[in-house]
């Protein structure tokens, strides 16, 4: 594989609700939901502000899904989606969704959070980010909130730099947001027009209306601090072509004038073009549109479309790491299940794998979990168990000449009502909670003694 589509998605919903429909903000087409020939994004990354939550509610929002990430996830599971991961700070929300054919070519999966809301003591304000490998090229996707107000620039500065320098992964070469092959950095920025930009919110709708969005763009706060290196000048963005997404009155298309219209929503990415001999990564930006259709907050959302270069597999040159773990061809599994015909619901039931050690090395944290099999996030297993629990069914001279080690592991109980088909994800998971999916079994039905 040498390109794949990203599908970039930021909106400020204001507490609401997704009330309206969401296959706009999606760029989807009902009709075609069945309609093989429809070239997919593989990846969806879906940032959200705003999303309602509130003290008492802390635990139950880290527990439960919330409605914005929920409606997303209904749509893209019926075109063979998988969501990766979610992170949540408060309001802020992103979620990764990817099409089950990459599962596994996806590696090291890792979220961080850095709070600047009161400074630094309160979520309501900050960042939430996502990292992660996809065909042994290292991605970064970070969803930020800043502080608001068109006289807070500094705040906004500041808010910037706290998350670059707070941000940390367990990743090694990949520990910081900019020690990536790609960087995608989207959310509601907050940044305003410049204060000496002397226009009054009417005046400045004139100039929309005029579509006159040259000139104010000559005063987006945003590329003030680029120019100037004081925060995002390790990013670029493509010029918005659409007018400011803030502040419309709730449930319109018409500015709210108590404040002045701003691009306040917006997508920057970075490529380390030259991180690898011999390879010069890209990111080609397809598309950067906003969708007026929703009116449920006072921002309008914002979308972006790129195709990534994944080099092939015979450029594998790299400075840093080792040809053979860069830009890997991961479509076989790095562990193997055996066949199961069945599982008895009321039984104790034995899954035999087998695990290439020299790949990557297991842990006493690596788990294997039970999945319906058409299920549509890695956090929806039925139940789990540890693989330190299993028992090694190799023996040394079978060791030595196919190195790779064979494992079996019980479950002992099942949950009540399990029934149909479904199949068993193996996990690897590090102290420090960064998660690789490393093999899938075939599916397999879970059937229940007849009654006497």
């Known amino acids: 594989m040498e390109n794949i589509k990203l599908y970039f998605a930021t909106y400020n919903v204001g507490t609401s609700v997704p009330e309206q429909e969401l296959f706009d903000l999606l760029s989807l087409q009902e009709e075609q939901k069945n309609d093989k020939s429809v070239q997919l994004p593989d990846f969806y990354i879906m940032s959200f502000q705003e999303v309602k939550a509130q003290p008492q509610n802390l ?8 409605p914005w990430t929920n409606a997303c996830r209904e749509l893209l599971e019926t075109r063979n989606y998988v969501k990766l991961k979610s992170v949540r700070l408060q309001g802020l ?5 990817a099409l089950r054919k990459h599962l596994l070519n996806i590696r090291e999966i890792e979220s961080e959070y850095t709070r600047t809301g009161l400074g630094g003591m309160w979520g309501n304000k900050g960042a939430v980010s996502v990292r992660l490998s996809i065909y042994g090229c290292s991605l970064c996707f970070i969803n930020a909130h800043l502080s608001a107000h068109d006289d807070h620039l500094k705040d906004r500065v500041e808010d910037y730099n706290v998350i670059v320098k707070d941000h940390e992964f367990h990743v090694p070469e990949h520990t910081e947001i900019f020690f990536h092959d790609y960087v995608f950095w989207m959310g509601d920025l907050n940044f305003r027009l410049l204060e000496d930009y002397d226009k009054t919110p009417e005046e400045i709708e004139r100039s929309v209306l005029k579509k006159d969005l040259e000139t104010l763009f000559k005063y987006d706060q945003l590329r003030y601090v680029m120019r100037r290196g004081e925060a995002f000048s390790e990013l670029v963005e493509n010029t918005p072509p ?8 709730v449930g319109t298309n018409s500015y709210d004038f108590k404040r002045r219209p701003a691009w306040c929503d917006r997508i920057l990415f970075k490529v380390n073009q030259h991180n690898y001999e011999n390879i ?4 080609e930006q397809l598309c950067y549109k906003y969708h007026p259709f929703y009116t449920l907050s006072d921002h309008k959302p914002v979308t972006a479309e790129f195709s990534v ?6 450029l594998q040159v790299s400075p840093r790491v080792a040809a053979d773990k860069v830009f890997s061809d991961y479509s076989e599994s790095i562990v193997e299940f055996n066949k199961i015909t069945s599982w008895n619901q009321e039984e104790d039931n034995e899954v035999v794998y087998s695990v290439d050690p020299w790949k990557i090395p297991q842990t006493k944290d690596d788990w294997i979990g039970l999945f319906k099999e058409n299920f549509s996030s890695l956090e929806d297993y039925v139940c789990y168990n540890y693989t330190r629990k299993s028992s090694n069914s190799t023996n040394d001279s079978e060791e030595e000449e196919n190195k790779r080690l064979e494992y079996s592991l019980t479950f002992s109980e099942l949950p009540s009502k399990c029934n149909g088909n479904y199949v068993l994800l193996y996990f690897s998971q ?3 909670k960064v998660v690789s999916v490393l093999g899938i079994s075939e599916p397999f039905p879970i059937i229940k003694n007849d009654s006497d």
């Open 59 to 66: 635990l139950m929002d880290a527990i439960f899904e919330d």
């Open 93 to 97: 929300v992103m979620s990764i969704f």
């Open 242 to 249: 659409f007018p400011p997404t803030f502040k419309f009155e």
């Open 280 to 283: 010069t990564l890209k990111a």
């Open 309 to 314: 270069k994944i080099p092939p597999i015979d």
């Open 430 to 432: 590090s102290e420090d």
